[in-house]
């Protein structure tokens, strides 16, 4: 045998690194923003607020440190992701800062500030210490282990509005179940990345394409997830409970290629939809008003909160009344939470909601093509889970307040008053920055050009 030297493989073609496309996405969602915070003191009071350059250097300094984090260590990060989350976490501040103005009493844009800052914090530290998504992969059992305990502990503190999901202590208060979602899908796609064949190619073949896994694989990821359903159910956090479940369907689904999970999943949640919906007192209202959202009309009571809802949608029509012109603020208590797409629609008219609906698809589909670019199982799986998150909970708000499917009681990603919601989804997009650079940044050549390969004697090497 003798040997030869191969020839070196052609070099890849160098990806662009477009840091500078991302900065000008930001100015744009910057200026974006502080025009609609703009025309919400025009529309109000005709007058320019006095804190709108405030406002602006405040977003704009936040988006920019960000910015420096992703050039310093992740400069081949998808150059979409960043702007995305700047402009919807700015158009939620001038949202929650519209309808304060109806409120003065209880005032929440100063707080939801506060904890977007908290967030962006958390994405930079995230992207300047976390040098790659997989390293969580070793921390599966320990994230399960965390994601548990925060959906336990609020159980041990008071209700607030029928859930007992936050804890409270002095004037802070958070939602726990909100960093366990981000666990969760860590450990679901560690488990299933590392079992992905034997769920796939072993078990009992049930009917058609649908095969059963041997109780050893799939039993302890179906004990954590029904373990995890079920406190949320106790707690009322109906929610919750449905994105777990539908995260855990499409992870399983995209872990071993098998459709017929699909079709499974979705009879499971229709059967456990009519038995809570059937029992559960709390749920039960939610459907009855989804069923008949003018009863109460009917009964001389007034509208509810999804007939006030539906209301301001129709109020809004094609393009809206303007920003600080609608009436959205007669929803009640949850016209700044669970209802602030209400606000959106009317304000911004069918228009508007499309362009925001826009932002949404695009964040979740730069994600999932992030996951789907890189080789190992981990990191796929994890962008397409943490990307799913956002889908589901984007797509179970959406219907909930326009009619489509009963309230669940879930904060619009980025655009609702909500420090745990808003914290989460900046360390979402922060884990999906490390994910698309480590997708489109130059791999090393397999083969190195000195590499020495064994030819066979009598043949030639080409």
């Known amino acids: 045998m003798t040997a030869t030297r191969a020839d070196p493989p052609p070099p890849e073609p160098r990806l662009p690194k477009r840091r500078g496309v991302e900065l000008s996405l930001l100015v744009c969602a910057v200026v974006i923003s502080v025009f609609g915070y703009v025309a919400v003191g025009l529309g109000r009071s005709h007058a320019v607020p006095p804190d709108a350059a405030r406002y602006g250097a405040g977003l704009g300094l936040l988006a920019l440190l960000a910015h420096l984090a992703v050039r310093l260590r992740a400069p081949y990060a998808d150059p979409l992701l960043l702007p995305i989350a700047v402009l919807l976490n700015g158009l939620g501040l001038v949202l929650i800062y519209r309808l304060d103005l109806e409120t003065p009493r209880d005032q929440a844009a100063p707080a939801q500030l506060v904890w977007s800052t908290l967030g962006v914090a958390l994405f930079i530290a995230a992207v300047l210490f976390l040098r790659e998504a997989r390293v969580l992969q070793r921390y599966a059992y320990v994230c399960v282990a965390a994601a548990l305990v925060l959906l336990i502990v609020p159980i041990f503190f008071p209700a607030v509005n029928g859930a007992k999901i936050w804890i409270r202590i002095g004037g802070l208060s958070f939602q726990p179940g909100e960093f366990a979602k981000i666990l969760l899908a860590v450990f679901f796609a560690s488990y ?73 999943g979705l009879l499971l949640a229709a059967v456990g939809a009519f038995v809570v919906g059937s029992y559960e007192p709390h749920v039960h209202g939610r459907v009855q008003d989804w069923l008949s959202p003018f009863a109460s009309i009917d009964a001389g ?41 209400a606000t959106a629609g009317e304000e911004l008219g069918l228009v508007g909601l499309t362009a925001i609906f826009l932002l949404y698809a695009l ?57 745990s919601s808003v914290v989460t989804n900046w360390i979402i997009v922060a884990l999906l920055i490390r994910v698309s650079d480590s997708a489109r940044a130059p791999r090393p050549d397999l083969v190195e050009p000195d590499l020495v390969v064994p030819v066979a004697e009598g043949t030639e090497a080409h």
């Open 363 to 419: 964040l979740v589909a730069r994600g999932y093509r992030a996951g789907l670019a890189l080789p190992h199982p981990f990191g796929q799986l994890l962008a397409v889970g943490l990307s799913s998150i956002l889908a589901l909970q984007v797509f179970v708000i959406a219907g909930g307040v326009t009619g489509l499917i009963p309230l669940t009681g879930m904060p619009m990603p980025f655009l609702a008053q909500g420090g």
């Open 192 to 264: 299933l990345a590392a079992n992905r064949n034997a769920l796939a190619y072993t078990g009992r073949r049930l009917w058609w394409k649908l095969q059963l896994p041997t109780g050893r694989v799939l039993g302890p990821i179906v004990a954590i997830w029904l373990l995890s359903v079920i406190v949320l159910v106790l707690e009322r956090d109906l929610g919750t409970s449905l994105l777990f479940f539908g995260l855990f369907v499409i992870l399983l689904y995209v872990a071993t290629g098998r459709i017929g999970w699909i079709a499974v």
């Open 301 to 341: 009571q007034g509208p509810g909160q999804l007939a006030q809802s539906l209301f301001a949608f129709a109020a809004g029509g094609m393009f809206g009344t303007g920003l600080g012109l609608g009436e959205s603020v007669l929803i009640g208590f949850a016209a700044k939470s669970d209802f602030i797409l």
